[in-house]
């Protein structure tokens, strides 16, 4: 069963900790995505991978950091640089299209709550 | 990458056929039009993609006019479970691997 998951489903912690936020995909797809989202806000891309061991700086990637050492995995840590780090993260992969558009897959999301 | 303008919210009932119009008036030769679907505390699900005429799928329609400055989505015969958010895209593969997902049209079905 193909997919993309996420995990912990909700996160907790304490300011001025670090958070490892997980995000694996058995999709074979190249390319992988991090999205925060905040309570009736769309979607902001926060670092991007189209393939392992590359990946890009989004709209809103201070505070955050990311690692690609294997094309399933796409783990995104939340530094207490971050200020404010409570939000919705979304996961998604996509295949890595050439010239034609392309379909993300999401997973089903982390809400993390620091206090 | 082109931006997009959605109607913020829209109020529908149950059996009607709902259109949303997406505006995206500088829209790139390459480009195509991708509409989402997101229910709350989950991740958005594709609905339907298109680049020029109508799209149609098992879901959804779409359809873009020649210039390609704007696009419909068509749901037909809404239920209350098409509650909510819908998102239009516009990019392509190449070196559009940056997706814009703006705040999206809030679509309310009423029984």
């Known amino acids: 069963d193909g997919g993309i998951t996420q995990s912990p489903k909700y996160l907790f912690r304490k300011e001025g900790q670090n958070v490892t936020l997980s995000c694996e995909q058995n999709l074979n797809h190249d390319a992988m995505y991090w999205y925060r989202q905040d309570p009736g806000q769309g979607l902001r891309l926060i670092y991007y991978s189209q393939i392992v061991n590359d990946f890009q700086k989004g709209d809103i990637a201070e505070g955050y950091s990311v690692s690609r050492e294997k094309k399933e995995s796409f783990p995104l840590t939340v530094t207490s640089a971050q200020k404010n780090p409570t939000a919705f993260y979304l996961c998604?992969?996509?295949?890595?299209?050439?010239?034609?558009?392309?379909?993300?897959?999401f997973g089903p999301g982390t809400r993390l709550t620091v206090t | 990458l082109a931006k997009t303008t959605q109607p913020i919210s829209m109020d529908s009932y149950e059996g009607q056929e709902v259109n949303i119009t997406c505006s995206h008036n500088n829209i790139a030769t390459n480009d195509y039009i991708t509409w989402y679907q997101q229910f709350p505390s989950q991740g958005p699900r594709f609905i339907i993609q298109?680049?020029?005429t109508k799209v149609t799928n098992e879901v959804a329609s779409l359809f873009i006019p020649a210039d390609r400055k704007s696009s419909t989505l068509s749901l037909p015969r809404v239920s209350l479970s098409d509650t909510a958010v819908y998102y239009c895209?516009?990019?392509?593969?190449?070196?559009?691997?940056?997706?814009?997902f703006g705040a999206g049209t809030r679509l309310f079905v009423k029984a």
């Open positions: 895209l516009v990019g392509s593969g190449t070196g559009g691997f940056k997706t814009i």
């Open positions: 998604a992969s996509s295949i890595a299209a050439t010239g034609d558009a392309y379909e993300q897959y």
């Open positions: 298109g680049y020029k």
